[in-house]
């Protein structure tokens, strides 16, 4: 695994600081959680960050107040800043960005928008969330395992756990029900990437597969179980 990037969090409230520490956390993105801009400038003398987020519900002068001091601050001004916002309309983001921000994203949070945002200001490879989750997957083609087990999932792909991973490029016909589901699912995959058993174990042996042609309903289906498994036990309420 890649080590996570810093990210300089600045939240005025404990519930939203913990809400945007353990979502970070969780899509593997080291947090450095503050209460004000000028604490956080302190900190980024000393650490370096990828990226700041912002939580933008306050009055709008305090909020225009903040984003000046971070756009002209030497220490932070060069950073992405992301902010979060409950109830913006288009026009109200649009003036956030001109005031200097990269990106604005709205309450209640999409993960997937998240990701997507934050691996693009941070240059990420990756290009959609994933949790760790376990359930059996059936392959239709005739291989070694008929049964394997998937140890975690996006809606991009599966990695599944098995002994001896197929090669690369190899087409497999996929057959699984989603944990808390009931409908089953069949999907088209390619083997992207492998990890053989060997004595020094330092991934799952198994192989990673992409999905091709995935269907907007499934797309959406995994989207929202990833996003479930990632922060459905978190809540965010706002408090200016």
Request: hydrophobic share 40%; glycine share 6%; proline share 6%.
């Amino acid at each position: 695994m890649p080590e996570k990037k810093n990210v300089l969090v600045i939240c005025h409230t404990s519930a939203g600081q913990m809400y945007m520490g353990v979502l970070l956390n969780r899509i593997w993105y080291k947090p450095v959680l503050v209460k004000t801009a000028e604490e956080g400038i302190l900190y980024a003398k000393n650490t370096p960050f990828s990226l700041i987020m912002l939580d933008g519900d306050m009055p709008e002068q305090d909020r225009k107040a903040v984003l000046s001091l971070l756009r002209n601050d030497l220490a932070v001004r060069h950073l992405p800043l992301v902010v979060f916002v409950t109830g913006e309309n288009a026009k109200s983001c649009e003036a956030l960005v001109a005031q200097g921000c990269s990106a604005v994203i709205t309450k209640p949070i999409d993960v997937a928008l998240v990701y997507a945002v934050l691996g693009r200001l941070c240059n990420q490879p990756r290009q959609t969330p994933r949790t760790q989750t376990r359930f059996r997957v059936e392959i239709e083609e005739q291989t070694p395992e008929r049964f394997l087990t998937c140890i975690n999932l996006s809606e991009g792909g599966i990695y599944l756990r098995a002994h001896s991973p197929l090669p690369e490029r190899t087409l497999l016909h996929l057959k699984f029900t989603l944990p808390r589901d009931t409908e089953e699912i069949e999907v088209i995959g390619e083997v992207v990437r492998t990890e053989p058993l060997s004595a020094e174990l330092l991934a799952e042996p198994g192989m990673g597969i992409s999905f091709v042609k995935l269907s907007e309903e499934t797309r959406i289906r995994f989207r929202n179980f990833v996003q479930w498994e990632l922060i459905g036990d978190l809540e965010w309420e706002a408090t200016i």
